[in-house]
């Protein structure tokens, strides 16, 4: 009979410990879990601090006693691991100072990570919680329901995010603090300003580029310093400002472990040991685009790790895959999402790359109830499709996903104009946002298409910048410097343009990128060097706020 310990529960140990149930049904199969719970939806966690999720069960997937009736798996709670022996394929556990040996002829970690711990002075405040754990949700929503009115959330990345969106929901005043230049530090900046717009229209004050310095007890209650000398009382501190694998256990048996801490393994999670495999948010992973090695930690690649893993421990499988890191995050009535690289990592791994960008409707225009998406793209110049990212009220979880599945199936960025996809008035558009980022790749990448990236200033003393939309957007705001001829015009203004320009390459932009792209066409065609404004108004709007004027 295969003995196989896996250590940690929840996302990765229990997807390994389930599969590898259906491959063998003989195996003795045991987990050892330190928590209380061994199977929660710890994505849900802060849903239930809001009240959305109504029953704190709802968020108990599985018990000890279900897991033995259902799957014949020995659960251990309340069980700490605290030594791995590998030459005698044992495991030390202890509970409540008894201590027990078990032997394994397959091991599983899966201990998860750490809430990051930085050294502000104060943090041990009795009121400063972290959201990782179904006690972590209970006290919170005890706090948050007993008569707590002030919060502050350090860190906002996924967790710090929803945390503040549901302790506003749950009737708080919330302000969050970001080290980092702008909230959700793994977007771009022009993604990231619709968050801290969502943010701030429903209240929470968003403090970014600053870090808690100090938290002091006010009368039983926590008060946060800030870099900028800045104070806010709170009755609730949220920690939130990353996490660090749980690799200790790991890295004093003598397994590979990176130098931030992460357990090596290789395509089937197995680790420098031949019988022991890792999992989970304390494994690392190769990403798809950057080739950085970390943690990925997101449910998805944890589920699909405990699977592989369980594959491998019975010699069949498949491989798997780098990861994406494909996420959402919802803030409010605003959606996030991601795949692949960002500017920041395209950067710092030294890539070349264009970056495609549409403003378009979730569905049909003419349709009512049309949401703006915020959609960006950034492709090689092979055509790699690197990343995506995208923000809206609606329809951002399905576009994101669909470039998801064409960077894992190896499509490039103008192959995503011949997808064939769905398309109802109330459900898309003929030529979906998707396939338009698709367009401008093409259109890039054929050499009909120069583009202006909105990250890079605009100077007019050496630009000549063209505004082609019409009079009233001009007078509701537009680019100091610029000078407005709206597209119809464009044609027959050629050679006032050319006297205008004196020399200077042409940058040409309207509201969101279509007018501009008709009209750079129309400079082409008569032998000025011109290069539409990728993203339009809207983005120089956000990237270049200084520079626009009304």
């Keep these: 009979m295969r003995k196989v310990v896996v250590i940690g529960g929840v996302a990765g140990g229990m997807s390994a410990a389930a599969r590898l149930r259906r491959l063998d049904p003989t195996a003795r199969i045991t987990v050892v879990e330190q928590g209380a ?8 966690l802060p849903y239930y601090v809001s009240g959305e999720i109504p029953s704190r069960a709802d968020l108990l997937l599985h018990s000890p006693e279900s897991l033995a009736r259902t799957l014949g798996l020995e659960v251990r709670v309340h069980t700490r691991a605290t030594e791995i022996d590998r030459a005698a394929q044992t495991v030390t556990v202890e509970r409540g ?24 002075p104060g943090l041990d405040h009795p009121r400063v919680h972290t959201l990782r754990t179904v006690p972590d949700a209970d006290t919170m929503r005890a706090l948050a329901t007993s008569g707590a009115t002030k919060a502050v959330v350090l860190g906002a990345g996924f967790i710090g995010l929803e945390a503040a969106e549901a302790l506003t929901h ?9 080290a980092a230049p702008h909230v959700l530090p793994m977007v771009d900046p022009e993604i990231a300003w619709y968050v801290r717009d969502a943010l701030n229209r429903h209240g929470v004050a ?28 709170a009755d609730l501190v949220v920690l939130s400002v990353g996490v660090r694998p749980r690799s200790e256990l790991a890295a ?20 420098s040991d031949p019988h022991i495999w890792a999992v989970g948010d304390a494994s690392a992973s190769i990403h798809a685009i950057t080739g950085a090695t ?9 589920n699909r790790g405990g699977r592989v893993a369980a594959d491998s421990i019975m010699g069949v499988g498949r491989p798997a895959p780098k990861p994406l890191g494909t996420a959402i995050v919802r803030v409010f009535d605003t959606a996030v999402g991601m795949t692949g690289a960002s500017r920041r990592s395209l950067e710092q791994s030294g890539r070349d790359f264009h970056t495609a960008r549409t403003h378009s409707g979730h569905h049909a225009g003419y349709y009512p109830g049309a949401e703006t998406m915020h959609l960006l793209l950034h492709f090689a110049p092979d055509g790699q499709i690197l990343g995506a990212q995208g923000v809206g009220k609606e329809g951002i979880d399905k576009r994101i996903d669909v470039i998801a599945t064409g960077a894992r199936a190896g499509l490039r960025a103008d192959d995503l104009v011949d997808l064939d996809l769905s398309y109802a008035p109330p459900f898309g558009a003929a030529k979906d946002p998707v396939m338009m980022l698709g367009m401008i790749a093409d259109n890039v990448l054929v050499g009909g298409l120069r ?24 007078d509701r705001g537009h680019l100091r410097g610029a000078t407005l001829i709206p597209q119809p015009l464009v044609a027959r203004s050629i050679d006032q ?8 390459p042409v940058a040409v932009h309207c509201a969101s990128g279509f007018r501009s792209y008709l009209a750079t066409r129309t400079l082409m065609g008569a032998g000025i060097p011109a290069a539409n404004v990728s993203g339009g108004f809207m983005t120089l709007a956000v990237t270049q706020p200084d520079g626009v004027e009304s």
């Design 497 to 504: 343009i050319r006297d205008l320009a004196n020399g200077r």
């Design 252 to 271: 004093a048996a003598g397994l590979s472990v990176t130098e931030h801490g992460a357990i090596v393994v290789d395509e089937h999670q197995r680790t």
């Design 294 to 302: 970390g943690p990925v930690a997101l449910a998805t690649p944890a």
């Design 97 to 120: 100072g008894d201590i027990q040996v078990l032997r394994y002829d397959a091991l599983v970690l899966a201990p998860g990570a750490y809430a990051v711990r930085p050294p502000i």
């Design 170 to 178: 749950a009737g708080l005043q919330v302000a969050v603090i970001e």
């Design 206 to 233: 968003v403090h970014e580029g600053v870090a808690a310095t100090q938290i002091d007890d006010v009368d039983g209650r926590p008060q946060v310093t800030l870099s900028d000398g800045a104070t806010i009382d």
């Design 451 to 474: 583009q202006h990236d909105p990250v890079d200033p605009l100077d007019p003393d050496t630009t000549f910048v063209l505004d082609v939309r019409n009079q009233p957007e001009w």
């Design 37 to 44: 719970e061994v199977s929660f939806a710890n994505c849900g």
